[in-house]
T-cell receptor
């Protein structure tokens, strides 16, 4: 059974730091991996989607990498800002195909202090 | 684009009452799904659909019903609300790989 884990559960950094959020999964036969952002009391916003054949994806100050063989993905945030404060979630599809249903990690709550 | 729209945003129910959480998407996505989010438990799949007329159970389906008569709509029905169903409910849709989520419905059962 696929399990997705995110460590640490919470992270507090001063503004301007570069930081890495971790996501691990137990079954390497994933179709893709998606990173989301969730602000308090809000829905999930898709940040980056990495297909199983890709090694990384970039959007602005965000870079996500995928290493299927080790069962790990990282989300790199460059030059963090207070507006980056949120909970970051990673998710993979159930099964090895594109099933449209996701298994989520517990999330990492990030606080960026001015 | 409206994307995925959920209504209502907030709801308080008494134990034993029934209600329907609405979800609509305007992206012509085939896949739709419902999740609940609870502190310490993360997001868990309730029910999902791979197209109109096709639904199946997820990880935590008990106490919930779904149907999908159109591509656009995927309502979630609580048959007899229980305090254990107090949660935040999210609807999602996808076509291809990327999933898009609604803003959620915060449900309290007293």
């Amino acid at each position: 059974k696929q399990e997705v884990t995110q460590i640490p559960a919470a992270l507090s950094v001063p503004e301007g730091e570069n930081l890495v959020l971790n996501c691990s999964f137990t079954d390497s036969a994933i179709y893709n991996l998606q990173w989301f952002r969730q602000d308090p009391g809000k829905g999930l916003t898709s940040l980056l989607l990495i297909q199983s054949s890709q090694r990384e994806q970039t959007s602005g100050r965000l870079n996500a990498s995928l290493d299927k063989s080790s069962g790990r993905s990282t989300l790199y945030i460059a030059a963090s800002q207070p507006g980056d404060s949120a909970t970051y979630l990673c998710a993979v599809p159930y099964g090895s195909g594109n099933t449209g249903k996701l298994i989520f990690g517990q999330g990492t709550t990030l606080q960026v202090k001015p | 684009n409206a994307g995925v729209t959920q209504t209502p945003k907030f709801q308080v129910l008494k134990t034993g009452q029934s209600m329907t959480l609405q979800c609509a998407q305007d992206m012509n996505h085939e896949y739709m799904s419902w999740y609940r989010q609870d502190p310490g438990m993360g997001l868990r799949l309730i029910h999902y659909s791979v197209g109109a007329g096709i639904t199946d159970q997820g990880e935590v389906p008990n106490g919930y019903n779904v149907s999908r008569s159109t591509t656009e709509d995927f309502p979630l029905r609580l048959l007899s609300a229980a305090p254990s169903q107090t949660s935040v409910y999210f609807c999602a849709s996808s076509y291809g790989s990327e999933a898009f989520f609604g803003q959620g419905t915060r449900l309290t059962v007293v």
